[in-house]
């Protein structure tokens, strides 16, 4: 059974520090491209960070770009985010997604990376940036 599972989440202070973690179970996460996405209420869930396949560069929306980093973690079945100097407008579910069919061990990161590029998602995690 395919699965992804976030993990990490939670309540932060502004200006604070989260680290997510992605663990996939029946596929690996280090050749295919990976990437995070979230969703705030009433918003269009969006990319964040996309690693692209065979480590071919990683994308960070402008909004967290210098703030977040991604990556592979050692263990060929997980994925990690960073996320520093955090803002109440961070808040939001944060979901870790991949294409397991061949697209995605061909998959090139941009600005144009959309939720429907990738068909494996974990059932997210929820950040909440607040005093």
């Known amino acids: 059974q395919v699965q992804l599972v976030e993990s990490g989440g939670g309540l932060v202070q502004p200006g604070g520090s989260l680290r997510l973690s992605c663990t996939a179970s029946g596929l690996t996460l280090d050749v295919n491209a990976v990437a995070w996405f979230r969703q705030a209420p009433g918003k269009k869930r969006e990319v964040v960070s996309c690693?692209?396949?065979?480590?071919?560069?990683?994308y960070y929306a402008d909004t967290v770009k210098g703030r977040f980093a991604a990556s592979r973690g050692n263990a060929k079945n997980t994925l990690y985010l960073q996320m520093n100097l955090l803002k109440p407008e961070d808040t939001a579910v944060y979901y870790c997604a991949t294409d397991v069919g061949p697209g995605g061990a061909y998959y090139w990161c941009s600005g144009t990376t959309e939720p429907s590029d990738f068909d494996t998602w974990g059932q997210g995690t929820q950040v909440t940036v607040s005093s």
């Open positions: 690693i692209s396949s065979r480590d071919g560069g990683t």
